[in-house]
């Protein structure tokens, strides 16, 4: 398949990428979030996972592109 970067969204939150794979009702969310750090230290660090999602509804989440990218190809092969 091939994946095309459809849009991205920042906020106070953190940041969503969405991917999409030309004609096909699939989509990845990269979304990088801001995480508090432990032990009451100031500041946040950042981490990102990829959620799949058909048809808009999340399907699963996974911890890389990769990943998420051969999940959904074999998802979509055995709707």
Known sequence: MNWRKMGRTVSDDGTTITYWADNAPITIESRKRHIPHAGGRSGTWDY???FVLWKGH???EL???KDAK???EKYMEEQ
């Open 48 to 50: 990102t996972s990829y």
């Open 58 to 60: 999340e399907v699963k």
């Open 63 to 65: 911890h890389s592109l």
């Open 70 to 72: 051969e999940f959904a």
